[in-house]
């Protein structure tokens, strides 16, 4: 079974860096395509960024495309995502999600995710 927990998450100021976590307590994380999302007050959950089998591909969304870094550890089953030169339009609570197992690619919609975190709340400070 598929459990995901979120870490990481905190208020930083403009331009500052934070790292998330999320671990997997399953048995399958090696065999998913893994994802983070985030949703900002007042708006729906957007793609942030996500990660194949393998950590080989990965994808971004424009928005976070050279601050932002997805990697991920099977044999700890946790996937990361290295924020940088954060900005106030970061600021949202971020979900991780597992994909099905044995699908390979990334993927960006979110109804491609089968698992999802409770989240972790990100906030940028002007």
């Known amino acids: 079974q598929v459990q995901l927990r979120e870490s990481g998450g905190g208020w930083v100021e403009v331009g500052g860096a934070l790292t998330l976590s999320c671990a997997d307590s399953g048995r399958t994380f090696y065999d998913r395509t893994m994802g983070w999302f985030r949703q900002a007050p007042g708006k729906g959950r957007e793609f942030v960024a996500s990660i194949n089998w393998s950590g080989s591909r990965t994808q971004y969304a424009d928005p976070v495309k050279g601050r932002f870094t997805i990697s991920r550890d099977n044999a700890e089953s946790t996937v990361h995502l290295q924020m940088n030169n954060l900005k106030p339009e970061d600021t949202a609570i971020y979900y991780c999600?597992?994909?099905?197992?044995?699908?390979?690619?990334?993927?960006?919609?979110?109804?491609?995710?089968?698992?999802w975190g409770q989240g972790t709340q990100v906030t940028v400070s002007s």
């Open positions: 999600a597992a994909g099905p197992a044995g699908i390979r690619g990334t993927f960006s919609p979110a109804a491609s995710y089968d698992y």
